[in-house]
Each structure stands twice: as C-alpha cells, then as structure tokens.
C-alpha cells in the first residue's frame, strides 16, 4: 500500500500564477473599498461590441465595494443622427456647436444610451463571474449648466458649461450603494436642456465629491509621440508642459488630459488615463503596481525620500526575503527604529520598493552603506542607481572621505560604480570589530573627493 504523502506540495503554475496575482491585488482591493470613483467613457465605447466586458468589469468593482459614478459621452451617437439628417456637425475649439436641429440629436442619443447601459447593467450579468449581481443605478438631473454664448464671434446655441452639481444628491445615492450614471447633459433652473462635454461633467462631478479617483477611457494612449512609449506618469505641471509643446494632439486625447489636470487641481488625488480598447484596462490600473495607462497626480506618485518610523513595517516587509537568502544581515523591529534617520526609501504608492542606509563609522571620516535592497519587481529601472546617487551625495553633504560596503554577493555592482577591493585593515576600528568573519563578506570602498 502507497504511504499518504502528508507534506504540502507548491501549486502547479498556473494557481501559483493566480494565488501570486491575488495576493498582490489584495492592498488595492482593500485600499479602494468605500472609495469614490469617477469614471468616464465615450460614446465610441458604448458601440464596441466589447462594451460589455467593461460593464462586467464595473459591476465587479461595484461588488468590491467601490462607490461609482459612470459619464458616458454621446459624440458619434450625435454625429450619426446629423448625418442622417443631412447635416454636418460642427464644432469649434473641439466643442460641439448645438443648434436646435443638433440639440433634438442629442436628447434623442443621451436617452437611447443611458437606456442601454441601465439594461446592460440591470442584467445580472448572466453567463458571467458577476451572475446574480444586482446593480442598482440612478440616473438624475444632478447638473445645473448655463450657455456658454459667444466666443470669437461663434454663438455656442445650446452647448453648455457646468454652473453646479448637487454633491448632497450623488453622495445620497452612493451611500446607499446605488451606481450612478449621468449623461453629458444639463438644466437650468428655467428647464432649458444644453449639450455639455463628458469629460468636463466627469471632471466638475469629481472635484464636487472629492473623489479619490478619476478614471477617464479615451480612444488612444497617451504617449511620447517623439518614442511612441506610453506616458506611465506625469504630474499636473508635467502634463500642462506636454499641452503645451504637442499642440497637434487629437481631441480625443485633449479632453480627457485637460481633464484629468483639472481634477487634480481641483483636489481629486489622482487621475487615470486609460485606453478603452485594452480588455481589462480598468482591472490592470487599479489592481496591479503599474497599472495599464497613464497616472496624473498632483505630486509624483514615485518618490526618494527620507525614511521615518512609519515606513518601518514597509522595509522589512522589503529586505524580509534577502535576508533569507542570506544578500543582507537580518535587523528587528527595534534595530530600525534606532537608525531610522540614516535611511532613505524609494516610495511608489504607498508601497516601498527600495531602501538603503548610511551610517557614519564613528571616530573616523568613513561611512558605510548597509541594507540596500531595490524589490525584485523593479531592478531594471535604474532605480538602484538613483538610490546609491543620492546616498553618495549625503556621504559629500557629511563630508564624509571614504564610503564602504560589506557584501556577499552583490560585488560586481558596487565595482561597477567605482569601488574597489579592500583588506580588513582599510576598515575603521569600531567596524572592524564588528566584522563578522563566518559570513566572509567582502569588503568594498570607495573614496569621496570634496
């Protein structure tokens, strides 16, 4: 008879794939739980015949808890019962001009897609993961708009700009966990209907509800058009200067890059870039670390910082698995926070993805460097670079003479930035003390010039 083998046995592939993935996501479900998101999307999105999978994706971040308020567009709905009619739209400054004939148009096409996304989402999505789900949305009058009126001369008719949202009414149907879908469209107190901008509703709806994000689905990346590669973050001043230099933009990168700089100008933490045409997009920027699209903020979402006593859970959670392997020698809880002050990290949302210390060997012009760690998800970014130029220029700002690291196996990489071999007699006193002769570390120096 076979002995039962009772020793736990790792996954196959594909569920350590999975069981990695969700335990990687599992900070940002957290972290977006009873958060509020903005999210629009153009009328182009709703023909796709994918438009579904996008529903599916926001029925199930509705499940996670997530407080939503959809925006769709209705630009080529607009445009195909102009065209119907004969008539060509037109627009000026990437703004539609409404008339009376275009203003029938647009009630007809903001009626027809709110209809169909409130069916979409009233489904219970069958034959699908959120099977069963109910979906509540609301729909209302939840903008007060006024005519922009003339500019250069060109009357705007029935296009409109945003004069007021009623925050209370959205946060009342949030609260009660109710999906909230509002068309590109406003009223004035004198029942007049005028055509608004999608982005531009999306964007004053986030700033009135202090969102914590907006997410804007546009029909392309943004990119450098110079390399072709996609913008992964910019902050507001960043993007401003990126407006400005590339003025042949298409506006259906303008508008939601105007966007996005004006809600976080106005307070909403962060703004998301996405291409709509990417299956999953809205999955991959909110639960993975580098997302799919492009990131605006306020400040950078990167930063290479001074440590403190609350990054502390963060660097061991950091140097925990070289330590095991035996690349850096173990330290406690109480160890870091003695020397906290002589560390710097490397920050990226929240999370810490790199970390080094400097201290100054005492009674001596020396200073070694110890825990320097770069998570293995980010080693080909430079990163480690960035990090050992800034503790060198702490070592010069100290007025430190000579710079040592001990290693095990990471040599070749400080060789690589100019040190060199050295003896156990090079080290100061108080450190050759401490050296610990069964890890046999190497010693490695390198001198500061003034």
Same mark, same amino acid.
């Given at each position: 008879?076979?002995?039962?083998?009772t020793h736990?046995?790792?996954p196959?592939?594909?569920?350590?794939?999975? $069981?990695?993935w969700?335990?990687?996501?599992s900070?940002?479900i957290h972290?977006h739980?009873?958060?509020?998101f903005?999210?629009?999307?153009?009328?182009?999105? $709703?023909?796709?015949?994918?438009?579904?999978?996008?529903?599916?994706?926001l029925?199930?971040l509705?499940?996670?808890?997530?407080?939503?308020v959809l925006v769709?567009?209705?630009?080529?709905?607009?445009?195909?019962?102009?065209?119907?009619l004969?008539i060509?739209?037109?627009?000026y400054?990437?703004l539609? !001009?409404?008339?009376?004939v275009?203003?029938?148009?647009?009630?007809e096409?903001?009626?027809?897609?709110? $209809?169909?996304?409130?069916a979409?989402l009233s489904m219970g999505?069958?034959n699908?993961?959120m099977a #069963?789900?109910?979906i509540?949305?609301?729909?209302g009058n939840?903008?007060?708009a006024?005519?922009?009126?003339?500019?250069d001369?060109?009357?705007?008719c029935?296009t409109?700009a945003?004069?007021?949202v009623?925050?209370a009414?959205?946060q009342?149907?949030?609260?009660q966990?109710?999906?909230v879908? !509002?068309s590109?469209t #406003?009223?004035?107190?004198?029942g007049?209907i005028?055509?608004?901008?999608?982005?531009?509703v999306a964007t004053?709806?986030?700033?009135?509800?202090?969102?914590?994000?907006?997410l804007?689905?546009?029909?392309?990346k943004l990119c450098?058009p110079?390399? #072709?590669?996609?913008?992964?973050q910019?902050t507001t001043t960043?993007a401003?200067?990126?407006?400005?230099?590339?003025?042949?933009?298409?506006?259906?990168?303008?508008?939601?890059?105007q966007a996005?700089?004006r809600s976080c100008?106005g307070g909403?933490r962060?703004?998301?870039?996405?291409?709509?045409?990417?299956?999953?997009?809205?999955?991959?920027?909110l639960? /993975?670390?580098d997302?799919?699209g492009t990131?605006i903020?306020?400040?950078?979402?990167? /930063?290479?910082?001074?440590? /403190?006593?609350?990054?502390?859970?963060?660097?061991?959670?950091?140097?925990?698995?070289?330590?095991?392997?035996?690349?850096l020698?173990k330290r406690?809880?109480?160890?870091?926070?003695?020397e906290?002050g002589?560390?710097?990290i490397?920050?990226?949302?929240?999370?810490?993805?790199?970390c080094?210390a400097?201290?100054a060997?005492?009674d001596s012009?020396a200073?070694?460097?110890?825990?320097?760690a770069i998570?293995e998800d980010?080693?080909?970014a430079?990163? #480690?670079?960035q990090?050992?130029?800034f503790?060198?220029r702490?070592?010069r700002?100290?007025?430190?003479?000579?710079?040592?690291?001990?290693? /095990?196996?990471?040599?070749?990489?400080?060789?690589?930035?100019g040190f060199?071999?050295?003896?156990?007699d090079a080290?100061?006193h108080?450190?050759?003390?401490?050296?610990?002769?069964q890890?046999?570390?190497?010693i490695l120096?390198?001198?500061?010039e003034p």
């Amino acid at each position: 008879m076979n002995e039962i083998d009772t020793h736990q046995r790792p996954p196959p592939p594909p569920q350590r794939d999975f $069981v990695s993935w969700f335990r990687n996501s599992s900070p940002y479900i957290h972290a977006h739980r009873n958060r509020t998101f903005v999210i629009s999307f153009g009328g182009e999105a $709703v023909l796709d015949p994918a438009f579904a999978n996008h529903i599916h994706d926001l029925a199930l971040l509705s499940s996670l808890g997530i407080r939503l308020v959809l925006v769709h567009g209705i630009r080529p709905q607009i445009d195909e019962r102009l065209q119907k009619l004969g008539i060509t739209s037109r627009f000026y400054r990437h703004l539609r !001009i409404t008339d009376d004939v275009a203003l029938q148009c647009v009630k007809e096409a903001a009626g027809l897609v709110r $209809v169909e996304i409130e069916a979409l989402l009233s489904m219970g999505l069958a034959n699908s993961p959120m099977a #069963g789900a109910r979906i509540r949305v609301v729909s209302g009058n939840f903008v007060t708009a006024r005519p922009i009126g003339v500019i250069d001369g060109i009357d705007y008719c029935h296009t409109g700009a945003i004069r007021k949202v009623d925050q209370a009414a959205i946060q009342q149907q949030l609260e009660q966990h109710n999906v909230v879908l !509002i068309s590109p469209t #406003g009223y004035s107190p004198s029942g007049e209907i005028f055509n608004l901008c999608a982005e531009q509703v999306a964007t004053d709806i986030a700033i009135a509800l202090q969102a914590e994000k907006i997410l804007l689905l546009s029909e392309q990346k943004l990119c450098d058009p110079d390399s #072709g590669q996609l913008l992964q973050q910019l902050t507001t001043t960043q993007a401003e200067q990126f407006l400005k230099q590339h003025k042949n933009l298409a506006a259906t990168i303008i508008h939601p890059l105007q966007a996005a700089i004006r809600s976080c100008q106005g307070g909403v933490r962060r703004a998301h870039l996405l291409e709509r045409t990417q299956d999953g997009a809205l999955l991959l920027e909110l639960f /993975t670390r580098d997302g799919s699209g492009t990131l605006i903020s306020s400040a950078p979402f990167e /930063t290479l910082r001074q440590a /403190t006593l609350n990054n502390i859970p963060g660097i061991l959670e950091l140097i925990a698995p070289l330590e095991e392997q035996g690349k850096l020698v173990k330290r406690s809880r109480e160890h870091l926070e003695i020397e906290i002050g002589d560390y710097t990290i490397i920050e990226r949302d929240g999370l810490i993805i790199g970390c080094a210390a400097l201290h100054a060997i005492p009674d001596s012009d020396a200073g070694i460097i110890t825990c320097f760690a770069i998570h293995e998800d980010y080693q080909n970014a430079d990163r #480690g670079k960035q990090l050992f130029a800034f503790i060198h220029r702490q070592a010069r700002q100290r007025h430190l003479h000579k710079l040592f690291v001990l290693s /095990t196996q990471t040599m070749h990489w400080f060789i690589e930035r100019g040190f060199q071999p050295a003896e156990l007699d090079a080290l100061p006193h108080s450190l050759r003390q401490q050296y610990d002769h069964q890890r046999n570390t190497r010693i490695l120096c390198l001198p500061i010039e003034p």
